[in-house]
Structures are given as C-alpha cells and as structure tokens.
C-alpha cells in the first residue's frame, strides 16, 4: 500500500458543472500523475506535477486544470464537466528521492459519470 | 511517441502452466518499464519495474525482461494459479524533450483468465 487515497470514489454529475477529484499522500513523494482509463484507449496522462505548484500537461490535458499547493494533495479539477470526461481517474506517485524513472504506484480510482 | 502494444489482447489457460506475455514498444529511448496488474473494478498494483540499465526483475513466480534494441518486454508468469487471473498491463517510461507528456506510455492490457 504506497499511501494513496483519492476522493470522491464515485461520482455523478451534470453536464456543464465543475468537479475536483482530490489525490492524497502519506508518504512525501515528489511526483504526483493524473491518469484516465476509457476502454479502448487504455490509460493515458492528464497532467502531472514535480513538486509543489510545479505541473506540465500529459497526452489528454484539454478541458482539465490542476493544482498543487502542498506537497500530500494534487487535486484535479472539470472546469465544466462534459460527457466525453466520464471515465476512471486514477492517481499516481513515484520518486521518494527525486528519481522520476521510479515505480508509480497507483491509487484505488475515482469513477466519474457525467450526465 | 511511444507507442506500446501487448499480446495477446487475451489469454485463457489451465491452472498449472508457464505462460509468457508480450508487450512491445517503438521509441528504444526508454527509462523504465514496469509491469501492473488489474483486477475488475480495482486499481494497478504494480509487479515488476525494470530500469534501462537493467535486462531483467525477478519476483517469486514473475519474471520480466527487456530489451531496448528490440524494443520488447515479457512478463513470464510460472505455475500459473486461478488468482493470476486478472488484466496485466505493462507501461513505458520516457523523456520528451521540451516537456510534457513525461509519464507512463499504456499498452491496452493482456486479459488473463487461469481456468481452475
């Protein structure tokens, strides 16, 4: 268990509406990733940050911002959800002492349906 | 772009048997690979990492190789057990010049299936 904890589990909503899906360590990683999982498309990176209020886009970044303020919480937010953006958000973490070529470690996933 | 690829798509065998899985990938310039499982509904757990440098990872009934110049990975799974059952996928990582997209690079995932 790498510490990771993402909130909301699951969650409904409206087309058009904001939603912040929160990512959570316990263990001072330095890296923090937000991945989407479709079928057919398997994963692929929203956004990533290396270290705090440093972030940089991943393959699938429109239509998605993120903040890092503190080095345990990477939250990612739908600034207005659409239908497209309803899939499974994982989180990661890697890079304990600032390796980013380390193992991801991945949290539980929050699956997000957008109406 | 790297692009990974893993077959087969799915996989079903009896309980018992050593299989292999493949996954391969197009930019040799790569950092690491690393092995995941995923059961139905659930999160990656992470199996195996290989470095560049490296040619191979043991753990217990799992062995992965790479091999950069051919731009290829197995997962050998020993012994195989109905709890291997699940979806394994394999992930490259590597370096863009000029930043963005530095992350994990996902093949679609091999779908295992141990018949008991």
């Known amino acids: 268990d790498a510490g990771i904890t993402q909130s909301p589990r699951h969650k409904v909503t409206e087309t058009g509406t904001p939603v912040t899906l929160r990512c959570h360590q316990t263990?001072?990683?330095?890296?923090m990733y937000w991945y989407r999982q479709d079928p057919g498309h398997g994963l692929r990176l929203i956004h990533y940050s290396y270290g705090v209020k440093d972030t940089d886009k991943g393959e699938v970044s429109d239509g998605y911002s993120v903040s890092r303020s503190k080095t345990e919480d990477f939250l990612l937010t739908l600034e207005s959800a659409t239908s497209s953006q309803t899939s499974v958000y994982f989180c990661a973490i890697s890079g304990t002492s600032g390796g980013e070529s380390e193992a991801q470690y991945f949290g539980p996933g929050t699956r997000l349906t957008v109406l | 772009k790297q692009e990974v690829t893993q077959i087969p798509a799915a996989l079903s065998v009896p309980e018992g048997e050593n299989l292999v899985l493949n996954c391969s990938f197009t930019?040799?310039?790569?950092?690491?690979l690393q092995w995941f499982r995923q059961d139905p509904g659930k999160g990656l757990t992470s199996l195996l990492l290989?470095?560049?440098?490296?040619r191979e990872q043991t753990s217990g009934r799992l062995n992965a190789s790479l091999d950069k110049s051919s731009g290829r990975s197995t997962l050998y799974i020993a012994a195989s057990q109905p709890g291997d059952s699940a979806t394994y996928l394999c992930?490259?990582?590597?370096?863009?010049?000029?930043?963005?997209?530095?992350?994990?690079?996902f093949g679609k995932g091999t779908h295992l299936i141990i018949q008991p």
């Open positions: 263990e001072n990683h330095r890296y």
């Open positions: 992930a490259g990582y590597s370096m863009y010049s000029g930043g963005g997209a530095d992350g994990l690079t």
């Open positions: 930019d040799s310039a790569i950092y690491n």
């Open positions: 290989i470095q560049s440098s490296q």
